[in-house]
């Protein structure tokens, strides 16, 4: 049975908005470009519930984020963590930005092709520069084809995070954004 939570529960929005208090960087080191920083931590944690399956045909959606309109372009800094079995199998972990199609620079690689299975933490991360506009970031998996087709994938307690921050150097906006979550708490 499926335990579903409540967007509150499962979706923890921080927005610090620095300029909104008016806070620059009045002292700053000889390379930092003066201006107005903004910052915000979306995150998304599945916790305990039933096992995801992984599929050696196709990319699974572990987990999924789906952010408001950020009204500049800003760096998103997206860490996926959790937790997987692994039984005679690779598993391949990777971030889809705006697709479900894997971004290949993100791939990790997990095995286990003894008899038996292992259990272990599975992660993968990286920093993006994107346009203004809303985005969602895709936590991925599959099995890699190979030479061992008979053993499974299995994740739980997954997590997505991501940081928003801009560099200063570009006009920004004072507007908090709003967020919302799918009713499945994927």
């Known amino acids: 049975m499926r335990t579903v939570l409540s967007a509150s529960a499962i979706l923890i929005v921080v927005l610090t908005v ?9 002292q700053r080191g000889p390379n930092i470009a003066a201006g107005t920083y903004q910052c915000g931590v979306f ?7 039933t096992w995801l399956y992984l599929s050696n045909t ?3 959606t ?17 860490v996926c963590d959790g937790h997987a079995t692994v039984l005679n ?14 971004d290949t620079s993100t791939r990790r690689f ?3 092709t003894d008899i038996g ?13 994107l346009a203004a506009g809303s985005h969602t970031f895709n936590f991925l998996g ?18 997505i995070t991501v940081t928003v921050f801009t560099d200063g150097s570009t006009a920004t906006s004072t507007t908090a954004p709003s967020t919302s979550i799918s009713a499945d708490g994927r």
């Open 58 to 60: 196709s990319w699974t």
């Open 110 to 112: 997990y095995s286990y």
């Open 43 to 49: 995150s998304k944690s599945y916790g305990f519930g």
């Open 62 to 78: 572990i987990l999924s984020l789906s952010l408001p309109n950020v009204p500049i372009s800003a760096y998103y800094h997206v």
């Open 18 to 26: 620095v300029s909104a208090v008016g806070l620059t960087l009045a």
């Open 117 to 129: 299975w292992n259990m272990v933490g599975i992660h993968t991360e990286r920093v993006y520069h």
């Open 89 to 102: 199998a690779m598993a391949e972990v990777a971030i889809g930005v705006d697709t479900t199609a894997e």
């Open 142 to 159: 599959t099995i890699l084809n190979g030479p061992v087709s008979y053993g499974y994938v299995s994740v739980n307690y997954h997590t």
